[in-house]
């Protein structure tokens, strides 16, 4: 059936699936067989980070402990994005298979789903179904049949930081904690979850894991680039006839993706978010990939009657918002940038002081504790710099124009 919150299913994710039948695979099939789909498939984190998930599984299986996690990264902060509350509402038996499917191969035998705190509503409704996968032998003991498989999933809301996305800051919040990211090394893969190795995965990457191991990896490597295998999930959402969720291969070009969704008159594409970074028309040949623009697949559009200045400032007031606080580049370096920004607004600015910021923006990017504060500089520099001739051709001359 036509699900109309999709606007394009492509063949990789949206491609025919019934649920159980991954976690009826693994009884013909061991762990290590599992791994060695993932990494014949060259699945990356959708999560934004691209991390090999074959990678993170492997280190996950290998760390000695008598318990292990795995976590559901279904926090979906980005300004922007929206694909992971589409599959867990319309598509949960990926999400939830693929969960088991990481069980198995790391050993975990407790999974828990971190739901962010504006996706309560569809509480009742998982919570429904992981019960119908308990009548079904597909939770609980001896899955499908599998001798000593025993497995289960659980689902904890998050309350509404952005940095909660961050895996480690994810993992204090579900422990009770603040969420604060933590120090790495050690990583979640050997000190994770009440200090157990546990494997933080995000809804579109889980989704991708169950298709790949019924159909394997060389099916999925078919899709996409060399670097950049399979598809992606794009949320489109701003100036555009047709906002929604798009399954595209990886090395889809920006104009492209405008032409399908419809965008008229495109001046700007943020792509990746508020973290990530805003294209001009003349980069719109650009493509969407590991080898040009890795993104988690939020994407906003913004047409010709955009003020550039004003779409800067929105996104440099949500990290001051954002910002945890614990390390200074983010906390300040944040603060000053929107001072800047702010400055820019009123035309009280010098060159020599944006520049400066701009250098500011590149320290935060290496010097920040988390990925926040290294990405937060993103818009601020791209904005800046391919809207240059609209931001300080408004009358924003400066106050000496040097
Ligand atoms: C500030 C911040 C927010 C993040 N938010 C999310 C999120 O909402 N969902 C997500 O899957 N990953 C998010 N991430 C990335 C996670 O830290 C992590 O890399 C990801 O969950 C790993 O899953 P993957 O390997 O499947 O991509 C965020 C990272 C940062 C720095
Ligand atoms: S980079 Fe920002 S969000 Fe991350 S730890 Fe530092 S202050 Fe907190």
């Not at 000053?336 to 020599?352: A, Q, S």
Request: aromatic share 10%; glycine share 12%.
């Amino acid at each position: 059936m036509e699900n109309k919150k999709i606007k394009r299913e492509g063949a990789v994710i949206f491609s025919e699936y019934k649920r159980g039948d991954s976690i009826n695979k693994l009884k013909e099939i061991s762990r290590d067989d599992v791994l060695f789909e993932l990494k014949e498939s060259g699945l990356k984190g959708r999560g934004g980070a691209g991390f090999p998930t074959s990678t993170k599984w492997m280190l996950t299986a290998a760390a000695k402990s008598d318990k292990k996690y795995i976590i559901c990264n279904a926090d979906e902060g980005e300004p922007g994005t929206f694909k992971d509350r589409v599959l867990l509402t319309d598509y949960p038996e990926l999400v939830f298979d693929g969960m088991v499917v990481g069980g198995f191969t790391i050993g975990a035998k407790e999974g828990i789903v971190y739901l962010r705190g504006e996706y309560e509503y569809m509480l009742a409704d998982l919570e429904l179904y992981l019960n119908n996968m308990r009548k079904d032998n597909l939770l609980g003991n001896n899955i499908a049949g599998i001798d000593g498989f025993n497995f289960d999933i659980r689902i904890q809301l998050g309350s509404g930081a952005y940095v909660c996305g961050e895996e480690t800051a994810l993992i204090e919040s579900l422990e009770g904690h603040r969420g604060e990211a933590r120090n790495r090394p050690p990583f979640p893969v050997n000190t994770g979850f009440m200090g157990h190795p546990t494997s933080v995965n995000n809804v579109e990457t889980l989704s991708a894991v169950t298709h790949i191991v019924l159909k394997g990896g060389s099916w999925f490597r078919q899709y996409g680039t060399n670097k950049s295998t399979g598809s992606k999930l794009f949320s489109v959402s701003g100036d555009c006839e047709k906002p929604g969720v798009y399954e595209l291969p990886w090395g889809t070009t920006i104009s492209e993706l405008l032409e399908k969704v419809e965008a008229k008159d495109t001046k700007a594409v943020q792509v990746g978010g508020a973290s990530g970074i805003c294209l001009n028309k003349e980069q719109f040949s650009r493509t969407l990939g590991y080898e040009d623009i890795a993104t988690g697949g939020s994407i906003i559009v913004f047409n010709k009657d955009r003020d550039m200045i004003h779409v800067l400032k929105n996104f440099m007031e949500f990290f001051v918002e954002e910002s945890c606080g614990q390390c200074t580049p983010c906390r300040i370096g944040n603060t000053k940038l929107l001072e800047g920004v702010e400055m820019i607004e009123k035309g009280e600015f010098t060159f020599r002081y944006i520049n400066e910021l701009k250098e500011l923006g590149k320290t935060m990017q290496v010097a920040s504790k988390c990925g926040l504060g290294q990405s937060s500089p993103n818009s601020f520099i791209s904005i800046l710099n391919n809207f240059s001739e609209e931001i300080f051709n408004q009358g924003n001359g400066g106050t000496n124009g040097k």
